[in-house]
């Protein structure tokens, strides 16, 4: 059973256009977030991530949305360019302490130029 | 930035043949992981380790061994390997407790005839 499940399981949108990749949980001990990328032929490399202590991170065009009551979290990529074609991979952890993480099964996003 | 060499990088086997994959990392972190990256599934987490000697067991560990021999090395052992275990596998590494996170190998291809 995935215990990081991921939506779309793929997506297209045209350049310019803002892309939203979804993500939920089941485990509630699950306090850390990252969300990796990984492009054809590379290894996945992390690209960014969050804690529940605050419900929102941004970094440049890429936000995490976070709503630990319905433990769900989205990633929003604004001005999408045909660059950021990748898989995006939700991951979570539990505990400080406890470094092991899951994966969901990935979000394939393209971006027509 | 962390380096992480993952030995072979394509590996061809038959059903019920012996297949050691091996991983170095060069930057001291203290956690390593084998993952298996499917298509439909994501990556999905081995085995991993926190340290030379010690090895947990992860969500798929079904038919494989692994070993931490020393901080830089790990192993992946498929001491009878079946055609279900044709994947491509990523080892990884981490520095817990501090930038925790994943910096992966280039993969290594496996096919089980």
């Known amino acids: 059973q995935q215990q990081v499940r991921q939506s779309p399981q793929s997506l297209t949108v045209w350049e310019g256009e803002t892309a939203i990749l979804n993500c939920s949980y089941e485990d509630s001990t699950f306090d850390y977030f990252p969300w990796y990328w990984q492009f054809p032929r590379e290894s996945p490399a992390l690209l960014i991530a969050?804690?529940?202590?605050?419900n929102k991170k941004e970094d440049g065009r890429f936000t995490i949305f976070f709503n630990k009551r319905e433990k769900k979290l989205s990633l929003h990529i604004t001005d999408s360019q045909p660059g950021d074609s990748a898989t995006y991979f939700c991951?979570?952890?539990?505990?400080?302490?406890?470094?092991?993480?899951?994966f969901g099964a990935g979000t394939r996003l393209k971006v027509i130029a | 930035e962390a380096a992480v060499t993952q030995s072979p990088r394509n590996k061809v086997t038959v059903t019920g043949g012996n297949v050691t994959l091996s991983c170095r990392q060069t930057n001291s972190h203290n956690y390593m992981y084998w993952y298996r990256q499917d298509t439909g599934h994501g990556l999905r987490l081995i085995h991993y380790s926190y340290g030379a000697g010690n090895l947990q067991i992860g969500d798929v560990p079904d038919g494989y061994k692994a070993t931490r021999t020393t901080q830089e090395d790990f192993f992946l052992l498929l001491e009878l390997a079946s055609p279900s275990q044709t994947s491509l596998y990523f080892c990884?590494?981490?520095?817990?407790?501090?930038?925790?996170?994943?910096?992966f190998g280039h993969g290594t291809k496996l096919s089980v005839l």
């Open positions: 990884a590494s981490s520095d817990a407790g501090g930038d925790e996170r994943l910096f």
């Open positions: 969050i804690r529940p202590v605050s």
């Open positions: 991951a979570a952890s539990a505990g400080t302490g406890n470094y092991k993480y899951v």
